[in-house]
């Protein structure tokens, strides 16, 4: 007679005989296993933003190139001694992009205005509020520093400075900074191509009759968007059923096209659950039971040479594993720098439990200087990812949390959403 096992009543409860791979040690294997895969090529720089830079980038240009004026007002050498002083005004004025080629006599100004370059005798300046002028000379308070309200040459960057390190995300400032240094152009990477392919029968598309048992797919779409907001260029690889011919000949497919593979569903064990089946039996596979909460059945593999990231099927399982485990591994076969996302510890405005022994990832946002949680734990809860405004992330040893806690909380915008 054949007796039933003990009720369980987390499903989440890791059972005894598996090997669970903790989340950093997982972590550890793509970052030590996942290089750079993209080559480069040279753009104009209005075409950078968001690339990965190829090379260190050197300024062409110091910044500011010339010593200038910071406010509108008159200039002289400085410095001058405390008290009243009057200083006659020479004919003439500087202006930005209209210098003063002339040379200003010792104890003699000259009108400037903001970004004017300093013309020959000139070192100090004094704004315009703080001074009362007839036309012919001014009047103000001493005393003033020698340099006040200049800037020098090369005070920001100096030319031949490294103002980029070859690895970084163009950012909008960094166009910004790569147009004062006088570059026109930025090494970059190509970008990486990422496939995202969705499995399972019951899956139909947006747009189409949904059929008893069947349900949309919701994954595609949002991983399609994450990526492309990470930088990324998503490649939409569609849907395929759960038969294991029909996937092995989309991978194939997919092999020759994209640089990385991202699936959902089919991730974890049971009878229709071919993508971890077919990486064990014809590809590689490098964990696929990770100590994590939501995203236990995470399966990473090669295909053909090309990785795969199996995604569990939940929605919520799969956009975590692939902000945790997708997004820093990604940019480092994209060429960038691993990156470790910023959290914060905010007093938490929930109590909960947990088991200790994995790491849990919870949607949170934080109203009133607390972090609260999502109602529900629920896997398939995709409201609560919309809900959500960031994560809170509970350590593996974590067991007991109480309100007024400090918990990891990671923004959205950390992960670049
Ligand atoms: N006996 C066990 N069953 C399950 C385990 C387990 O350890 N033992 N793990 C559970 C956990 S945790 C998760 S997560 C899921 C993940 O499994 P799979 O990756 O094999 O995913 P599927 O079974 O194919 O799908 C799970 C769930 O997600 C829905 N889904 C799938 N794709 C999409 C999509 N593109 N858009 C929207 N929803 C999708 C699917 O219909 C299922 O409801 O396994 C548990 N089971
Ligand atoms: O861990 Mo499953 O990945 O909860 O949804």
Redesign the pocket.
Known sequence: MIKPPPLRND??ALPAGTHWTPVVEALATLRERLGPVTSSEVLPLEQTLGRVLAEDVIALRSNPPLPNTAVDGYGFAGPIPEGPQILPLIEGRAAAGIPFDGVVPEGMAIRVLTGAPLPQGVDTVILEEDVNCDGDQIAFHGPLKKGANARRAGEDVSVSDVIFARGRVVTPADLALAAATGLSELPVRQQLRVGVL???D??VEVGETAGKGQ??????PMLLGLLEQMGFAAVDLGRVKDDRDALEARLNNAAEQVDVILT???????DE?HVSALLTEKGAIQHWRIALK????LALGMWQNTPIFGL????V?ALVCTLIFARPALGQMAGAEWTVPQGFDVPAGFSKRKKPGRREYLRARIRNGRVETFASEG??RISGLSWAEGLVELGDRAAEIQHGDLVRYIPYGSFNL
């Open positions: 499903c989440f969705s499995t399972g019951e899956l349900i949309y797919d919701a994954n595609r959902s569903g089919g991730a974890s064990a049971g659950d939501p995203g236990r059945p569990p099927g939940n929605p399982a896997s398939g």
